[in-house]
């Protein structure tokens, strides 16, 4: 059978070859040598699983019929036995949708053969698990039952009670092979046991039962379960698991391999929406979620969270952010775990460090604000990492806190730009939880299950959450960063309907959407400040370190004092620098309560200068040293005069500085040099490199590489096929073949569960042959019974030197 596959794939053309490398480009990664190398990679348990992951419910029924049905298949009668699992009767649509399906396995070279001879590809019958919701065959099933088991089977089968001679278990897959003979036996047993079958006929096949392995015969069963063993109706595979053979299921599910089968994915139900709202709407999303990010830096920069032992944000530290940015705690924790992937934050130190940001954040933040969500939104597409499982417990029972090591998931990424494709699929809909899973569900079947159901689900919240999606449904900008359009978030992809296939991209779908920053606010006699809409980033942040943040909503108020005030003086400002910010970024005269306000703050800051005594404190102005002296919540500084305009202290500046300013001063601190140092809020930083960022997701060669791979192995196999052929080892021995044809014989004699001669090379590089029954082949390992040693070892493939069949 690889003998024939690889003579198939060589006589396929090269624009065939490169449709196969271009759908599996895993198999030219390295380029093979020949096609035989190209053959055996192409039938690898590996290769193998990979493509069969990437088939919907309908090319992956075609596959299993193939596989279940004996011998090569005609084209015809596969027609004939998929149609029977229709729910009516068959049409031109299924009738053309089938021919593009085996066409399109052809060229992922997962079946092959002409229209009159389909067969499945070598390794595709192994890899496949319960083909159809089938148990294995007979042969199989019944592989480990001694000689005298499978004798006094197949007695009770045929009725022959004088004896059934050297009955193996071929003889008892031929009889189960008989429809005439399973009707029968089905008919001996009771309404109990044929319930029982019908529990197992659709899948799962197999079961759990006490004593499976017990020896019952016809004559003497008592129990249903009994009544199925002694007629080989079941299958016992373990001390407490039972199987129901294949034959035996086809025959009770009337030859059908499939009950229920549809060639097109089931309709996506959900809610009309309109695009250019949803555009809006995620827009809108979009930006807030670039300012929630930006405002989570700038706040780390000057008070940074600590990093817990184990790794990760403490559970406080996520409540405070969440505080902070004035969102949930999920969202918090979104925001926290994006700006990760993005290499914004990082931790700092190895040991009792903190989460700052890092210097890509100062990068980040000058870029406009399409192209900052740009860089969030593909870090949060590609990151292998999943916020949304923040605050569950692992099966250890312990906690998953933001930024832990142990959020990340391989699938995350796959999952996420699955469901985003399954939305740009069907515009302007927003489609329901179900719907989006069950449309997944048959487009990859082989990845179903509860962990990929939640993925889902995450995915479809923090899309809306991050603004790649609107009211639901995909929003253009989304649609853009999707690795089938684009590749990379913010690169070039086709335009949508009416674009005139002009390339643009998701940075420039977004950019007219956004809102207008705004470079002024409204000042108040109150000493507060209304931004009306969001404001320009350099404003913002003067404003942050100016003002304190009083509401926030459709306008942000921010309030001025003496506190705020101050620390912008500490930060390098004076007086006159704000008042000419306020005058300049305000539509209304500067409000004379304000214009007081600094003034006064700026008059009374720096007239008392702290340095290192440990501390001082020096002051032009001896009677406000006086003042000092003589404040009784002074007593704890031990302070002492050294001067009339100095005072000596033990306590150290920071903590000298910020108890004046308790008592009501307001001190300025001072270099050894004497000169005020100037306080900046926003300079921590971590030179750490962030862990959460994903490497780009690998999406197939270029044109002129698959070209180029396909010339290489023809070439190659040419040479190949010019060498002389290989002759049989001389008496006394080793055996010796090629690698490609050592794993192909291995994997045959796994499936049929024969015995085979090798050459191994001991770890002395002693060359030995042995005799073994391989039973699997794993990790560059092959287990089997070992005849020579009577023992089961696992043996190196590399090791291995060659194969012979056993004479």
Known sequence: MSTEFTEWLRGRSDDRLRALVSVRPELITPVPAHLEGLAGRASSPSAVGRALDRLDRFTLAVVETLAVLPGPVAYRSLRAQMARALPGPADPAFQSALKE?????????????????????????????????????????????????????????????????????????ALLADGEIVG??????????????????????????????????????????????????????????????????????????????????????????????ADRTAAGQAFTFTRAVEELCERWSVDPPGVLRSGGLAVRDLKRTAGL?????????????????????????????????????????????????????????????????????????????????????????????????????????????????ERLAWEQPRRRGGHRDQLVEFTLREAEQIGVTGLGALAAHGRALLPDSSGAGGSAVPAGPGGGGRPVSAAHLLLPLLPEPLDHVLLQADLTAVAPGPLTGDLRRWLAMAAEVESTGGATVYRFDERSIRRALDAGQGADELLAMLERHS??????????????????????????????????????????MADKRAIPLRLRRLAPTVIASKSSRPALVDSLRAMGYAPAAESLDGDVIITQLDVRRTEGTSAGRSPVTFSGHEADVVAAAVRAVRAGDAAHQARRAPVAAPGGQVPRSPATATITALREAIRQGSQVWIGYLDSQGNATSRILEPARMEGGYLTAYDETRAAVHRFALHRITGIADIV
């Open 101 to 173: 399906t085996v066409e399109r396995l052809r060229t992922m070279a997962l079946i092959y053969g002409p229209d009159r001879a389909l067969a499945p590809a070598p390794g595709v019958r192994e890899v496949l698990d319960a083909p159809g919701g089938l148990g294995p065959p007979a042969v199989e099933a019944f592989r480990h039952h001694p000689a005298e088991r499978l004798a006094e089977l197949v007695q009770d089968v045929t009725g022959d009670t004088e004896g059934a001679g050297s009955a193996t278990k071929e003889t008892l897959a």
């Open 587 to 628: 539509t209304t005269p500067v409000p004379q309560p304000l214009s007081y306000l600094v003034t006064d703050v700026a008059r009374r800051h720096g007239r008392m200068r702290v340095g290192t005594a440990s501390a001082y404190v020096r002051c032009d102005d001896p009677s406000l040293l006086d003042e000092v």
């Open 325 to 437: 940015l004035d969102l949930p705690e999920w969202v918090a924790g979104l925001v926290v775990e994006v700006s990760y992937a993005a290499g914004l934050i990082a931790a700092g130190g190895t040991v009792d460090g903190d989460w700052m940001p890092t210097p890509v954040y100062d990068g980040w933040r000058v870029k406009s604000t399409e192209d900052r969500w740009v860089v969030l939104a593909t870090a949060w597409l590609t990151m292998d990492r999943v916020p949304g499982v923040i605050g569950e417990r692992d099966e250890r029972d312990r906690l998953l806190n933001a930024l832990h090591p142990d959020l990340r998931r391989p699938a995350a990424a796959e999952v996420r730009a699955t469901t985003l494709g399954m939305l740009a699929s069907t515009p302007g809909v927003a489609p329901t939880l179900d719907a989006v899973r």
């Open 184 to 277: 029968r036996l089905i008919e001996e047993v009771s309404p109990q046991a044929r319930s029982a079958l019908n529990e197992l006929v659709w899948g799962p096949a197999s079961g759990r039962v006490p004593n499976a392995r017990r020896e019952v015969r016809a004559a003497t069963a008592q129990s249903p379960i009994e009544q199925l063993l002694s007629r080989a109706l079941l299958a016992a595979t373990g001390e407490e698991t039972v199987v129901l053979p294949r034959e035996v299921a086809l025959f009770l599910r009337g030859g059908r391999v499939h009950r229920d089968l549809s060639p097109f994915p089931p309709a996506t139900e959900g809610t009309e929406r309109d695009r250019r709202l």
